[in-house]
């Protein structure tokens, strides 16, 4: 064997004993680190990591709220959210979290955070999930932009928090193109309203996309909404919206597969009426909602590629059932907690789900 072999055979020999004895020193150390952070910020004891360590339990990869991936030994997930309406005033410095190099997910929702912007510097990060923080988007992408590893990032902030996306931020390499990778945005829970939209073009990797509960009210222009050509899954949930508005010469949306909507004072049956664009729905959830309507279960079978069809909570016209069998691309169908009344016609293989 050569040199360089026996360089190898060291290096691997360094690397098995490492893993052997469970997570990285540094790693190790630097919990410890953040636990004594955290009690220092606010003196409420997040998990007990420093207990774990006084009592020989010193492999950090099975502690509570550490996920490390087990070939490596290094820290790849670290979960500190707090439950919702438990924040506190903990204020961490993001270097503290610079020893987990391969660190992929981070969940901080429900804490009130500052200075992160460090957070860059961690290049292997997938998903972010910072809701229920008042951190202002400029902020955020100033520390988050330059990641392309990121894939999935949660900003939703408590109801009567408003903020706005800028259409482009000029980061270091031009717009917002560091999140070219981004596929999952949860913005829940904020006050933005149909011009969300334009702002959400500058990324365009974007497969998955929740506004539950924003203002996005009355009548949406498809444009910007079909722009996002990467588009799959859109939860519109809680917002009041009257119609989906196509212009002459507007193509349809041809990726979308899940659709979720419904309010208590949205104007349901012309919203369903203008879902015509959504070309290849899969799936459409409609929660409680008026779906009285005579003309909703025909705008309905209209949807020739619809598979999964939920009306949770909605009420509907007496002779709704009776026709909704007639959509024969129809595999689940859901009615669970409306109050509605009526028979459902024998369809084949379709799954019905019906709790009052």
């Known amino acids: ?48 990591w420093a207990g774990y360590n006084a009592n020989g339990f010193i492999d950090c990869c099975f502690w509570k709220k550490v996920k490390c991936n087990l070939a490596t030994g290094r820290v790849i997930k670290l979960d500190l959210a707090a439950r919702y309406g438990s924040g506190d005033d903990w204020r961490f410095n993001a270097s503290l979290f610079l020893p987990f190099k391969s660190l992929q997910v981070l969940l901080l929702s429900n804490r009130n955070i500052t200075g992160f912007s460090k957070l860059r510097q961690l290049p292997n990060l997938k998903e972010v999930d910072l809701q229920y923080n008042p951190i202002h988007p ?108 196509t212009t002459k010469g507007i193509k349809r949306m041809s990726s979308l597969r899940n659709l979720q909507l419904g309010s208590h004072n949205s104007n349901s049956s012309r919203a369903i009426q203008s879902l015509k664009p959504f070309s290849s729905l899969k799936s459409l959830s409609y929660e409680n909602s008026d779906l009285t309507a005579l003309t909703t279960v025909y705008t309905l079978r209209n949807l020739s590629t619809l598979e999964y069809l939920y009306l949770t909570g909605s009420s509907l016209n007496d002779n709704f059932l009776a026709n909704i069998g007639q959509m024969t691309s129809l595999k689940v169908f859901s009615i669970a907690f409306g109050d509605n009344n009526g028979t459902l016609p024998n369809q084949g293989t379709l799954f019905f789900s019906s709790f009052f």
């Open 1 to 48: 064997m050569g040199i360089m072999g026996n360089i190898k055979f060291l290096l691997a020999f360094l690397l098995i004993a490492i893993v052997a004895n469970g997570c990285w020193e540094e790693e190790r150390s630097a919990l410890l680190d953040l636990q004594t952070n955290i009690m220092s910020s606010n003196g409420k004891l997040l998990v007990d």
């Open 138 to 245: 400029k902020v955020l992408l100033s520390s988050l932009c330059s990641i392309s590893s990121l894939e999935v990032l949660k900003l939703g902030v408590e109801v009567g928090t408003s903020f706005s996306i800028p259409t482009a931020y000029n980061s270091s390499d031009g717009g917002n193109s560091g999140l070219r990778n981004l596929e999952k945005l949860n913005l829940n829970y904020n006050n933005f309203n149909s011009t969300i939209f334009s702002s959400l073009k500058v990324f365009p990797s974007l497969k998955h996309l929740e506004l539950v509960e924003n203002k996005i009210n009355g009548n949406i222009k498809m444009n910007d909404i079909i722009a996002l050509s990467n588009l799959k899954h859109l939860d519109l949930r809680g917002n009041n919206i009257e119609s989906f508005v």
